[in-house]
């Protein structure tokens, strides 16, 4: 662990015993509790991982420690234990997950009480907390209490009832193939399903933290068992969770993995039929099927900067239903502003059901783009003034600066040019109505860039 931060895109994360060990959960649960304060309610939950168990109880001594009352969840997918939070009117929660990471790694989420993760801003007063040693310890007669909370992730799969048409998607009998990735995905999903009137077939369903059948992180590449067995059963969907569920991938009837800009746009004109001129919440690095889905059926496409909480934020201030990452993370305020796998799986076979088509057919039925990427290679020190630079040249386009920079061109191509996070490169990701186009507009920004970075 770095010796200023702790948080990154979504919460702590780090390999076990390395970065992450029990002496940064315990002291990490110290900080949370004294972010929260004295007797506050705290529940706690975590995925499939094999050190799950292990930094739940440091984090929970560390919370009881400050005097926070601790409600232990155990084993739930990050939208059930999200739920619980809000449901159960906890002060916040601690999620220990790694999300799509690989099986060394987990990491720590701190959730608010309605459920969505804490601000970058409430992170950074954690991580002073943290390193400038100002946690509060609670004196040995206001220590604080530790109790079993069961049932969470019945409560998920019922509420997630309430918002389908239980009748209709139980009259047409489907047959849903689940790839749970041996995670938490394989709880409620399957239950529900069964409940709903679909016939389930589960693989890599048992719950092992090695994560013996595939990787967490769900790409087409790696769910090639997913679709061979959708089309040997001729089921009528698959769907595919990374760790900890919150994000889901769909296969077709015909067993085509579908990445999920498909599968929301699916959604969004669904929900636009029947709630026009409703708000529409993605990432400005979302493909341009959605910005097209939305205009088509006369919604309001609201942008973010990338990142799931920022996405949740915006639905919560906007007052907004639906939002979505086309990584296969779709939020749906009526249940709650976050990535849910579950809720998403659900609304998808109620929209079939509603339709009578099949997935492939409302997939058949969306515009089709073409994709292609790049990067460049630039320090950090220099991205903020390539960046500017960039901005510059482009500003007259029709463009946007909500993170990095976007342009979208008349011929309904664009290309996002953005600094990455994580390492010292410039990402470029290009579409188009053709490949050709794409590619094109990828190879003359690549070198734009190029000449732009050599002046600096
Ligand atoms: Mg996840």
């Known amino acids: 662990m770095s010796t200023t931060k702790l948080f990154g895109t979504n919460g702590v994360r780090g390999v076990v015993n390395i970065e992450l060990t029990p002496e940064v959960a ?8 004294t972010f929260f304060g004295k007797e506050k309610k705290i529940l706690i939950g975590y995925d499939a991982r094999t050190s799950g168990p292990m930094f739940a109880r440091a984090v929970i001594s560390g919370l009881m420690a400050t005097g926070c009352n601790v409600y232990t969840a155990g084993m739930g997918s990050t939208p059930a234990i999200q739920f619980a939070v809000k449901n159960h009117n906890m002060d916040g929660g601690v999620i220990i997950s790694a999300s799509h990471n690989p099986p060394e790694y987990n990491g720590i989420k701190v959730i608010w009480s309605d459920g969505i993760e804490i601000s970058h801003e409430q992170e950074s007063e954690i991580e002073g907390i943290y390193f400038e040693k100002k946690i509060v310890f609670a004196s040995w007669d206001h220590l604080g209490t530790k ?32 790839d749970a990735a041996n995670s938490v995905g394989g709880i409620a999903l399957p239950p529900l399903l069964r409940e709903l009137g679909c016939k389930v077939t589960t693989i890599n369903a048992n719950i092992d933290g090695t994560f013996p059948g595939r990787l967490p992180e769900p790409r087409p590449e790696s769910l090639g068992d997913l679709s061979a067995i959708v089309r040997a059963i001729s089921a009528d969907m698959g769907v595919a969770f990374d760790g900890d569920a919150d994000r889901s991938i769909f296969c077709d009837e015909n067993g085509i993995i579908h990445w999920g800009d498909k599968t929301f ?16 919440v993605t990432p400005v690095s979302s493909s341009t099927l959605i910005k097209d889905t939305v205009e088509t059926y006369k919604g309001q496409l609201i942008w973010t900067k990338v990142g799931s909480v920022t996405v949740s934020q915006t639905m919560k201030t906007e007052n907004a239903n639906l939002g979505g990452e086309e990584n296969g993370g779709i939020f749906y305020q009526p ?7 579950a809720m998403t799986t659900s609304l998808l076979l109620n929209i079939m059901a509603d339709t009578g088509k099949s997935l492939a057919q409302l997939i058949a039925e969306e515009p089709q783009y073409f994709i292609e990427k790049g990067k460049v290679e630039c320090s950090n020190d220099k991205k903020e003034l390539l960046l500017r630079k960039v901005y510059d040249e482009v500003k007259n386009e029709n463009v946007s600066t909500i993170d990095g920079v976007k342009i979208w061109f008349q011929d309904a191509s664009a290309i996002l040019i953005r600094p990455s996070g994580t390492e010292p490169v ?7 109505k053709d490949q050709e186009k794409a590619s094109k507009l990828v190879k003359y920004y690549t070198l734009r860039l190029e000449q732009l970075l050599a002046t600096l």
Do not use: C, M, W
């Open 26 to 33: 315990i002291n990490l649960g110290s900080s949370i509790g």
């Open 147 to 178: 109790l079993e909370l069961t049932g969470i992730n019945d409560e998920y799969k019922e509420a997630i009832k309430n918002h389908v048409d239980v009748q209709k998607i139980k009259s047409k009998h489907f047959h849903v193939v689940i």
């Open 265 to 280: 746009a699916v959604v969004i004109k669904q929900y636009l039929i029947k709630n026009p001129g409703a708000k529409i």
């Open 335 to 341: 249940h709650q502003a976050v990535r849910d796998g």
């Open 426 to 432: 410039f990402r470029l990701y290009a579409e188009a």
